[in-house]
C-alpha cells in the first residue's frame, strides 16, 4: 500500500454568490488543503479576521457562495494488478469531485470520508483534480423545501437539512461563518491484490484480567487478480493469531488473548497503559514478501458498562469501569477553533492538559459539533479522560427522510469504527437535547406527523453500535429519562437519567441548584466574559476606540457581537446584584462577573458532588471557546483560563472540603474519590472578619475511599451574631496537604468587607514572579489578572480567600519585564472585598421588582439551546 499525500498546488476561486471585487479581482487564491476557504482568504488579506470586533458580519456574504478547489494530478500508469484510488478523508460539504473533467462523485457529508477508483485514469496524463462546493445554506435550503420545515433551537436557519457541523451556522457562544473547504486530507492510495477497507477491534477486559481482543476486517479486493486466499494476522503485548481468508470471502476475524494484561483506568483510578495493535493482510502463498496491506493503533483493555437501573430515588445514571462506579466530573467540549483546520495537536495537548489540571476526569463531545480528530481521542488515551460522545445531533428535528436518512447512517457507521480501538471513548449518546425539544420546546404543533429524529436515537444508533462496537453503552439523548415509565414522566427529570439545568442562568438564581438533586447533570452553567486581554484585543468600540473607553462598554454593539446569548448581559446583571451588586465601571464589572460565573458553578460542583453516589457525575457547560466571546466557558479562546477554571480546580479536587446548607442546617461535607481512607479532625470556628474567635469546635470526620462524610455542624457554630460581620471556617488535614473551607452567612452585597483588606508585594524570582499576600481582615477570592501586564503572563493559582492574618504566594510566570507596583494594586490585584468599595447600578426584574437575593430572571428562551 501505497500512499501519497495531496496537500500542495491547491488554489481555490469564486465561482459563484454575492463575492466581493477583491476577491473576484484575486483570481485563483494559493490553497492550503486541509484547510478552509476562510483561512485562505485571510492568509491573502482579502478578508478581515471575523473574530475581531465586528468583522463577522462583513463576511456574511460567504453564506451564499460557491467555491472551486483545483489542482493539477498526473497519475503514473498503474503496475500489473495495481488499483488506484483517490480519497478524500473530508469534504466541508456540499461537493462534486471531477478528474479530467470526469465526476467522479459528490458528498453533502462534512462527517464521512470519499473513496474513488480512478485506476483507468493512471496513465501519466496531466489532469486538473477539481472540488466544486456548493453554499451549504443554499443546498440546506433546498432539502427543506423538498422535506418540509423541522423546528431548531436557531430557526430559521437550516443547519438540520444539511451534514455539517451544526455550530458552523452560529451558536449562542459561537460566530456564524457556514465554512467551506477540504477540512481533511486528501490523497492518492495504490495497492494490489486487496486492502483492508475496515479494522473493528472489540477489546475488553475479563474480570479475571484476561484482556481480549476481537480484530473483525472487512476486505476490499482489487477485482485485478485472481481472488485466491489471505492470511490476516493481528499481535498485541506478545500475543498473536492468524487466520486464512478464503478466495472470495470479504470479511474475516481473529482473536487475541492476554492474560494478566496491563489494565486502564480513569485518571484518578489508576494508571493508563496503552498497547500497540498491528493487522496484517498478507497474500497466502507463504513467501516473505512486504505485506498487502497493515494497520496499527494504540488499545487499553478495559470494560465499561452503564447502570440506569432504578431505586428509591428514579434511575441512575452511573458509568461503571473495570467494574467500580466512576464520579464523574466532567466538562462539555465544542469544537477549540470554529475554523477547524487551525486546530493542532499541539493546541489540544494544552486543552487536554488544562481538563486534567482542573481535576476533570471527563469530556463530553457535545452534537453540535463534529467527531473529533484522531488526536483527540489518542490524547484523550494517554491522559485518562474519558469521553462520551454525542452522535451529531444538537437541538433540533431532524427529517428521517433521504437525503439525510442514509448520510446520517453512514457518518454513524464510518464514525464507530474509526473511534473504537481508543479505551477513553466509554459513551455514545443520541444527540443533544432533540426528545427533551420535542416534548418541551412547541415542535409538537409545529411538527404535527412529520418525523423529528426518533428514530435515529431510538433504532438507528442503538442497532449500529449492536452490530459494529458493542462493547460500549449508548444513552438515547442528553438530557433522557432511560425509561419512561410512567410514559409522562418528563425526559429532562432530575431523578432519572441525564439531567440539564439551565433554569439556573435563564431564569433562576444559581442558589436553586440546590433544590434539585440530579443523578447526573450533563448540563449546567454560567456566563462570564474573556480574561480582560483577551476581550480588549478582540473587541474595539464602534467608534473603533479602545472598548474599556466606550461609554457603557457591555452595551458597545461590537461588544455584543461577542455576547451571542439572548438578553445575555441582562441576565449577568440580574444574577450579580443578589450577591456582588452590579458595578458601574467596566473593569469592576467584567471582574464581578467572572467571580459571580466561578462562584454559581463552584456552588453547583459542591452540591453536585455532596450527593454522590445519588448524583453519580456533572458535565459543566463548558471547558473550552472557539473563538474570543462572553460564554460558559473556563478556559477562552486565547487559551486563558478564566477565574471558573480555577474554581473547577479547586471544587473538583479528589479530597475536597465544603461546608453546605442541608435539611435547614449547615454541614460540613469531606469528599474523598482515592482509593485509600481520610480521616481527622476537622477544625471549624466561627468569626469575626477581623479574626476574632467567636466558638470554635474539633469534629471528627472519616471518610471512606470514593464515599462522601457529612457532618452536621453545631448550632453555636452555625448560627452567628453578627451575620454581616462573621464568618465560618473549616480545615481538615489531608496526606496532601490540608484541606479547607469557608462560608459566609450572609451575601457579599450586606457583609461588611473591608475593600482594603490585603497588602501585597511583589519580587522577581526565576521564570516570573513572586507576590505575597498578607490579610488584614476576612479576603474573598483574591485573584491575580496577570494578562493584564503581559500577553504570555500565567498565575498559578485565583480565588484564594484568606482570614484575617493569613497570607498567601502568588507565583506568575512570564517572559516580560514588569512594575512589581502593578502586581500588587487594582486592577491586577483583585478580591470580593474591593467591589464593596465600587459604585453599583440598580437592576430589576423583567416586571419591574428589584432584584434580591436567591432570586433572578431570564428571557422566555426555550430549554438551553446548547
Same mark, same amino acid.
Given at each position: 500500500m501505497q500512499h501519497h499525500t495531496?496537500?500542495?498546488?491547491?488554489?481555490?476561486?469564486?465561482?459563484?454568490?454575492?463575492?466581493?471585487?477583491?476577491?473576484?479581482?484575486?483570481?485563483?487564491?494559493?490553497?492550503?488543503?486541509?484547510?478552509?476557504?476562510?483561512?485562505?482568504?485571510?492568509?491573502?488579506?482579502?478578508?478581515?479576521?471575523?473574530?475581531?470586533?465586528?468583522?463577522?458580519?462583513?463576511?456574511?456574504?460567504?453564506?451564499?457562495?460557491?467555491?472551486?478547489?483545483?489542482?493539477?494530478?498526473t497519475l503514473e500508469p498503474a503496475a500489473a494488478g495495481e488499483r488506484v484510488d483517490l480519497v478524500l478523508d473530508g469534504v466541508d460539504t456540499v461537493g462534486t469531485v471531477a478528474l479530467g473533467g470526469r465526476v467522479l462523485g459528490t458528498s453533502a457529508n462534512m462527517h464521512r470520508s470519499s473513496r474513488y477508483d480512478v485506476r483507468d485514469l493512471a496513465d501519466g496524463a496531466a489532469r486538473a483534480l477539481t472540488v466544486d462546493l456548493r453554499s451549504a445554506t443554499a443546498y440546506a435550503d433546498e432539502v427543506r423545501d423538498v422535506l418540509g420545515d423541522r423546528p431548531s433551537a436557531y430557526s430559521p436557519v437550516p443547519y438540520n437539512f444539511v451534514r455539517k457541523m451544526a455550530c458552523s451556522f452560529g451558536w449562542d457562544w459561537g460566530p456564524d461563518l457556514r465554512t467551506a473547504g477540504l477540512w481533511k486530507p486528501v490523497r492518492v492510495e495504490r495497492w494490489s491484490v486487496a486492502?483492508?477497507?475496515?479494522?473493528?477491534?472489540?477489546?475488553?477486559?475479563?474480570?479475571?484480567?484476561?484482556?481480549?481482543?476481537?480484530?473483525?476486517?472487512?476486505?476490499?479486493?482489487?477485482?485485478?487478480?485472481?481472488?485466491?486466499?489471505?492470511?490476516?494476522?493481528?499481535?498485541?503485548?506478545?500475543?498473536?493469531?492468524?487466520?486464512?481468508?478464503?478466495?472470495?470471502?470479504?470479511?474475516?476475524?481473529?482473536?487475541?488473548?492476554?492474560?494478566?494484561?496491563?489494565?486502564?483506568?480513569?485518571?484518578?483510578?489508576?494508571?493508563?497503559?496503552?498497547?500497540?495493535?498491528?493487522?496484517?493482510?498478507?497474500?497466502?502463498?507463504?513467501?516473505?514478501?512486504?505485506?498487502?496491506?497493515?494497520?496499527?493503533?494504540?488499545?487499553?483493555?478495559?470494560?465499561?458498562?452503564?447502570?440506569?437501573?432504578?431505586?428509591?430515588?428514579?434511575?441512575?445514571?452511573?458509568?461503571?469501569?473495570?467494574?467500580?462506579?466512576?464520579?464523574?466530573?466532567?466538562?462539555?467540549?465544542?469544537?477549540?477553533?470554529?475554523?477547524?483546520?487551525?486546530?493542532?495537536?499541539?493546541?489540544?495537548?494544552?486543552?487536554?492538559?488544562?481538563?486534567?489540571g482542573a481535576h476533570l476526569n471527563l469530556l463530553r463531545v457535545w452534537g453540535g459539533g463534529i467527531y473529533e480528530s484522531d488526536d483527540f481521542y489518542?490524547?484523550?488515551?494517554?491522559?485518562?479522560?474519558?469521553?462520551?460522545?454525542?452522535?451529531?445531533?444538537?437541538?433540533?428535528?431532524?427529517?428521517?427522510?433521504?437525503?439525510?436518512?442514509?448520510?446520517?447512517?453512514?457518518?454513524?457507521?464510518?464514525?464507530?469504527?474509526?473511534?473504537?480501538?481508543?479505551?477513553?471513548?466509554?459513551?455514545?449518546?443520541?444527540?443533544?437535547?432533540?426528545?427533551?425539544?420535542?416534548?418541551?420546546?412547541?415542535?409538537?404543533?409545529?411538527?404535527?406527523?412529520?418525523?423529528?429524529?426518533?428514530?435515529?436515537?431510538?433504532?438507528?444508533? %442503538? =442497532?449500529?453500535?449492536?452490530?459494529? &462496537? #458493542?462493547? $460500549?453503552?449508548?444513552?438515547?439523548?442528553?438530557?433522557f429519562t432511560? /425509561?419512561? +415509565? %410512567? =410514559?409522562?414522566?418528563?425526559?429532562? &427529570? #432530575?431523578? $432519572?437519567?441525564?439531567?440539564?439545568?439551565?433554569?439556573?442562568?435563564? /431564569?433562576? +438564581?444559581?442558589?436553586?441548584?440546590?433544590?434539585?438533586? #440530579?443523578?447526573?447533570?450533563?448540563?449546567?452553567?454560567?456566563?462570564?466574559?474573556?480574561?480582560?486581554?483577551?476581550?480588549?484585543?478582540?473587541?474595539?468600540?464602534?467608534?473603533?476606540?479602545?472598548l474599556a473607553d466606550a461609554p457603557v462598554p457591555q452595551e458597545d454593539p461590537v461588544f455584543l457581537v461577542h455576547q451571542k446569548a439572548e438578553d445575555g448581559n441582562g441576565k449577568l446583571d440580574r444574577g450579580l446584584a443578589p450577591h456582588l451588586g452590579v458595578p458601574r465601571d467596566f473593569a469592576d464589572w467584567h471582574w464581578a462577573t467572572q467571580l459571580n460565573q466561578a462562584r454559581a458553578v463552584r456552588?453547583?460542583?459542591?452540591?453536585?458532588?455532596?450527593?454522590?453516589?445519588?448524583?453519580?457525575?456533572?458535565?459543566?457547560?463548558?471547558?473550552?471557546?472557539?473563538?474570543?466571546?462572553?460564554?460558559?466557558?473556563?478556559?477562552?479562546?486565547?487559551e486563558r483560563p478564566k477565574p471558573l477554571w480555577y474554581a473547577l480546580r479547586a471544587a473538583g479536587q479528589p479530597r475536597a472540603l465544603f461546608l453546605a446548607e442541608r435539611d435547614g442546617g449547615l454541614v460540613l461535607v469531606a469528599t474523598n474519590d482515592t482509593d485509600e481512607p481520610w480521616a481527622g479532625t476537622a477544625h471549624v470556628r466561627r468569626e469575626t472578619l477581623g479574626g476574632v474567635t467567636a466558638a470554635a469546635a474539633g469534629l471528627a470526620v472519616t471518610v471512606e475511599p470514593r464515599s462522601v462524610a457529612v457532618v452536621p455542624v453545631p448550632a453555636d457554630l452555625a448560627t452567628p451574631v453578627d451575620a454581616g460581620g462573621e464568618v465560618l471556617a473549616a480545615s481538615l488535614a489531608a496526606p496532601d496537604g490540608d484541606r479547607r473551607a469557608t462560608r459566609a452567612f450572609v451575601e457579599d452585597v450586606d457583609l461588611r468587607l473591608d475593600p482594603a483588606a490585603v497588602r501585597a508585594t511583589a519580587a522577581r524570582e526565576p521564570g516570573g514572579y513572586r507576590v505575597e499576600v498578607v490579610a488584614r481582615s476576612y479576603a474573598a477570592d483574591v485573584t491575580l489578572h496577570a494578562d493584564r501586564l503581559a500577553p504570555d503572563a500565567r498565575v498559578d493559582d485565583a480565588l484564594v480567600t484568606l482570614l484575617a492574618g493569613e497570607r498567601a504566594t502568588f507565583h506568575v510566570t512570564t517572559d516580560a519585564v514588569l512594575d512589581l507596583a502593578d502586581l500588587t494594586a487594582a486592577p491586577v490585584l483583585r478580591s470580593a472585598n474591593d467591589l464593596r468599595g465600587v459604585a453599583l447600578a440598580g437592576v430589576v426584574l423583567a416586571d419591574g421588582a428589584p432584584v434580591g437575593a436567591g432570586v433572578g430572571a431570564g428571557g422566555a428562551d426555550l430549554g438551553s439551546a446548547r
Open positions: 495531496l496537500a500542495d498546488g491547491w488554489t481555490v476561486t469564486a465561482t459563484a454568490g454575492p463575492v466581493p471585487d477583491a476577491v473576484l479581482a484575486a483570481g485563483p487564491l494559493a490553497a492550503e488543503v486541509p484547510g478552509s476557504v476562510h483561512t485562505d482568504l485571510l492568509d491573502a488579506g482579502l478578508i478581515p479576521d471575523p473574530y475581531l470586533d465586528a468583522h463577522e458580519e462583513s463576511v456574511r456574504w460567504f453564506h451564499g457562495t460557491d467555491w472551486r478547489y483545483e489542482r493539477a494530478l486492502r483492508l477497507a475496515r479494522v473493528r477491534p472489540l477489546v475488553t477486559l475479563d474480570p479475571d484480567g484476561t484482556g481480549r481482543v476481537a480484530v473483525h476486517v472487512d476486505v476490499e479486493r482489487s477485482g485485478l487478480a485472481p481472488a485466491g486466499p489471505l492470511t490476516l494476522r493481528a499481535a498485541v503485548l506478545g500475543a498473536s493469531a492468524s487466520v486464512t481468508v478464503p478466495a472470495g470471502a470479504s470479511s474475516a476475524a481473529v482473536a487475541l488473548a492476554v492474560p494478566d494484561a496491563p489494565v486502564w483506568w480513569p485518571a484518578g483510578y489508576g494508571e493508563q497503559p496503552l498497547a500497540d495493535l498491528d493487522v496484517t493482510l498478507a497474500a497466502d502463498d507463504g513467501d516473505d514478501r512486504a505485506p498487502l496491506d497493515t494497520w496499527h493503533r494504540r488499545v487499553g483493555f478495559r470494560s465499561v458498562a452503564l447502570d440506569t437501573a432504578d431505586d428509591e430515588h428514579g434511575a441512575r445514571f452511573t458509568l461503571v469501569v473495570n467494574g467500580r462506579p466512576v464520579a464523574v466530573r466532567g466538562a462539555n467540549w465544542i469544537p477549540d477553533d470554529h475554523l477547524l483546520t487551525r486546530i493542532t495537536r499541539e493546541r489540544l495537548a494544552r486543552r487536554l492538559d488544562q481538563a486534567a489518542a490524547l484523550c488515551d494517554e491522559r485518562g479522560l474519558l469521553v462520551w460522545q454525542d452522535f451529531l445531533l444538537a437541538c433540533a428535528a431532524y427529517p428521517e427522510e433521504e437525503p439525510l436518512r442514509s448520510e446520517i447512517e453512514a457518518e454513524a457507521r464510518e464514525n464507530v469504527v474509526r473511534l473504537m480501538p481508543h479505551p477513553s471513548l466509554v459513551l455514545w449518546n443520541g444527540g443533544n437535547e432533540n426528545v427533551w425539544g420535542h416534548e418541551d420546546w412547541g415542535w409538537k404543533a409545529r411538527l404535527g406527523d412529520a418525523t423529528w429524529g426518533r428514530w435515529y436515537a431510538e433504532e438507528l444508533f %442503538p =442497532a449500529v453500535l449492536a452490530e459494529l &462496537d #458493542p462493547t $460500549r453503552p449508548y444513552a438515547t439523548n442528553s438530557p432511560p /425509561r419512561r +415509565d %410512567p =410514559a409522562d414522566v418528563h425526559p429532562n &427529570d #432530575p431523578d $432519572r437519567g441525564t439531567h440539564h439545568q439551565w433554569e439556573v442562568w435563564n /431564569r433562576v +438564581d444559581y442558589t436553586a441548584y440546590r433544590s434539585e438533586i #440530579p443523578r447526573f447533570c450533563s448540563e449546567f452553567g454560567f456566563q462570564g466574559p474573556p480574561a480582560w486581554r483577551t476581550l480588549v484585543e478582540s473587541v474595539h468600540a464602534v467608534d473603533g476606540g479602545p456552588y453547583a460542583v459542591e452540591h453536585y458532588r455532596a450527593w454522590w453516589p445519588r448524583t453519580a457525575g456533572w458535565v459543566v457547560w463548558q471547558l473550552n471557546d472557539c473563538w474570543p466571546v462572553t460564554s460558559w466557558a473556563a478556559v477562552d479562546s486565547a
